[in-house]
């Protein structure tokens, strides 16, 4: 790093205090959210999580600096290649050939699970290739190794997550917050159920307390006299003759379980009831607060906005139209044209769409961050290993989400960050990826609206009976 | 032995997920076996116990253990279960340090004093979080999956390192402090049955938590020993063991 000038070498610092930042949030983020209930035995994948969101997060802090023009262009230019191929370096080599090798280790002994690894590793690359087929992507013409090829890859992979995610988003918070979907649950309904539980469980208490002294008495009289050995011919009559139909210990023991096995499964069923019903009066009571309250209107308002995005989706795919004016720029025309605000659209529109994309990284990472810990707080059940496996491939969608939204991006900002962008980028069909995305975000958000349908169908039964 | 005995008395066994708590009490009840599924609500398990062994007041009692599942989503809904419980087994997993630190969260909830469950590295700070003589009904502290850990050092008098997988000797330090508990926890349901009793002077009232050794004496040293012992057992609505058998 000869001759470096005094600027860049700021800039290279700063650039580094920033990666180094993300890191520590993302370590911290590891054990105090994602492990808060476990130790975290791992270090490495503690490791290579934090990596990936540091890398991650410089990428969405690289497009605001070259919004707001920080650092100087060269240098900026200069972060872009490294942090790009970094992270993709990540997320192809070093995530899936950690994660074959955990796979493997569990199986395999010593000796064959290095070369086993990078087998499987060579599988994956080989799969990873193979998506570019059924979509526009470059000829290896271009060269094999390049930025473009491998971005161009996880771009559509990351896009797919992201539309799904989005979709089912748009689709999901509208009816989680607004109450007109919230079933009327009142704490004697609660009370009732609770009663059920405690009825079945005194029954079934019962049945087992019988159980358990009938064998200790069986124990005490196999224990006095002999075991008697019986014939095939002689337990077949005793099976049938009266005397023994039903009041030997061993048949009452085993018909005392046989009773108890159906108790115990609807005692399981009405504790989930009851968990639900719960869950159900704890909204019906939030909705009733203040946040509750402002919760629900913004759920009508992100209600609206869904409908018109899967609308506007619909009719980008019937019409083979894709989007030619980003909405800073609209924004600014409706408040010059309509509003008959003087306003300068080249100064505004740079804050405006450095407003807009820090916004939607923020959200987009405060989103991703937060399913994700739900996610794997509620599946993972012990620190084992299928849990570190879990938690690589969610650095891996990480990695892939946050890319893709940069690839994205360019929709939203106006046309001479655009052409900042792809020039970054390299020379990609971006307007195939927005088609993708419409495709992919139409197809989830219907979807998405089909199993909620079901789902409250499902449940208001219940409460109807 | 009549087998018409409908009592019973209920314990709770409280902890985090996955910590081991099926598999305690099956070792408990002295079937040791492994993979149990996760517990959906509420499972009961019984199991025998010989309530003060070795004294002339031997009697077999029977136990509940109310294996209560402890994930999070759960944990609301769980409280139903915790009504009439007479003792508590706070389960922690030897190889998960956060889960003897939730355990404060468990106490909490069983007696509604609010304890703050902050991480602390030490583990004597720690032992103070979950304060069990605060606690108004018996509670033991049980570290499962000893055989994962086999450099841990020896504990204090009232907790216990068990290793679910096998039954728990006869003798060993284990079983002393496991029936200790379970004596204090029947201790309490005679106590307040006989509290109203005319035989409530006969015997000393009992504190949670003591020893055996200590009160033994105390009980079998009174005057008409062996006369309160058998009228005790036939008006205590506890036992129906006839007198002159077992």
């Known amino acids: 790093m000869d001759g470096l000038t005094d600027v860049e070498g700021k800039d290279a610092n700063v650039m580094l205090g920033s990666l180094i930042l993300f890191f520590a949030t993302g370590w911290l983020f590891y054990t105090k959210q994602l492990f808060k209930n476990y130790e975290v035995h791992n270090r490495t994948v503690q490791f290579i999580f934090s990596l990936t969101f540091s890398f991650s997060c410089s990428l969405f802090e690289l497009i605001i600096f070259e919004i707001a023009d920080v650092m100087a262009p060269l240098s900026r230019s200069r972060c872009w290649t490294f942090c790009l191929s970094l992270i993709l370096i990540t997320l192809v080599v070093v995530i899936p050939i950690y994660t074959s090798f955990l796979l493997i280790s569990g199986i395999v002994r010593r000796h064959f699970q290095l070369p086993l690894s990078v087998g499987l590793w060579l599988v994956f690359i080989w799969f990873f290739w193979k998506i570019g087929d059924p979509f526009p992507m470059l000829s290896p013409k271009h060269g094999i190794f390049t930025i473009e090829q491998v971005i161009s890859r996880v771009g559509v ?197 450095f407003f807009l994309v820090g916004v939607i990284a923020v959200t987009s990472v405060r989103g991703l961050l937060i399913t994700m810990t739900k996610f794997f707080v509620s599946i993972s059940n012990a620190a084992s290993s299928l849990s570190n496996i879990i938690v690589l491939l969610m650095a891996q969608i990480m990695g892939m989400y946050f890319v893709s939204s940069v690839l994205l991006m360019r929709m939203n900002v106006p046309e001479e960050y655009r052409q900042i962008l792809t020039r970054i980028l390299g020379d990609l069909k971006f307007n195939f990826y927005h088609r993708w995305f419409d495709v992919i975000f139409l197809i989830s958000a219907v979807s998405s609206i089909v199993f909620l349908t079901l789902l409250h169908k499902s449940g208001s039964s219940m409460f109807r009976a | 032995m009549s087998s018409l005995d409908e009592t019973s008395t209920k314990i709770l066994v409280l902890g985090d997920s996955c910590v081991g708590k099926t598999s305690l009490c099956h070792c408990i009840a002295g079937e040791p076996g492994r993979n149990y599924d996760s517990t959906i609500g509420a499972t009961v398990i019984m199991a025998w116990h010989e309530y003060r062994a070795g004294t002339p007041e031997q009697r077999t009692e029977l136990l509940e253990l109310w294996d209560i599942g402890g994930m999070v989503a759960h944990r609301q809904a769980a409280q139903v279960f915790f009504e009439g419980a007479v003792g508590a087994i706070l389960v922690h997993d030897l190889t998960n340090k956060r889960s003897e630190e939730n355990l404060a969260t468990w106490l909490t909830m069983l007696d509604g004093k609010p304890r703050a469950p902050k991480t602390s590295k030490d583990p004597a700070a720690v032992a103070l979080k979950v304060d069990i003589e605060s606690c108004n009904i018996p509670v033991l502290i049980v570290g499962t999956k000893a055989d994962l850990v086999p450099h841990k050092g020896p504990v204090s008098y009232d907790r216990l390192h068990i290793d679910s997988l096998k039954n728990i000797l006869r003798g060993s330090a284990n079983s002393i402090t496991l029936a200790r508990f379970f004596d204090s926890c029947l201790d309490r349901t005679r106590r307040t049955s006989l509290s109203s009793s005319f035989f409530a002077a006969n015997s000393r009232s009992m504190t949670p938590n003591t020893s055996i050794a200590g009160s033994g004496p105390n009980v079998t040293s009174s005057g008409a020993a062996s006369n309160a012992n058998v009228t005790n057992r036939t008006m205590s609505p506890f036992t129906t063991i006839p007198i002159g058998q077992s």
């Not at chain 1, 689709?171 to 539980?197: D, G, S, W």
Request: proline share 3%; with cysteine.
């Open chain 1, 157 to 353: 992979v990351g896009v797919t997550i992201m539309a799904i995610l989005s979709g089912f988003g748009a689709v999901n918070a509208p009816y989680c917050y607004m109450t007109i979907f919230t079933r009327p649950v009142e704490e004697f309904h609660v009370c009732q159920l609770e009663k059920k539980l405690t009825h079945t469980m005194d029954l079934i208490v019962l049945k087992k307390r019988k159980a358990a002294r009938y064998e200790l008495e069986k124990k005490r009289l196999s224990g006095e006299k002999p075991q008697k050995e019986t014939t095939f011919l002689e337990r077949f009559w005793d099976s049938f003759s009266e005397k023994s139909s039903g009041s030997t210990l061993a048949s009452q023991i085993d018909r005392l379980k046989e009773e108890i096995v159906p108790l115990e499964t609807l005692a399981r069923f009405l504790f989930l009831d009851l968990v639900e019903l719960r869950q159900m009066l704890n909204r019906v009571e939030f909705s009733k607060t203040f946040m509750g309250i402002y919760f629900n209107i913004l759920g009508h308002f992100f209600s609206i906005y869904c409908i018109w995005k899967i609308f506007i989706s619909f009719i980008n795919i019937v019409f083979d139209r894709v989007g030619k004016v980003d909405p800073v720029t609209k924004t600014i025309e409706i408040g010059v044209h309509w509003m008959g605000i003087p306003l300068d659209i080249s100064f505004w529109s740079q804050y405006i769409s």
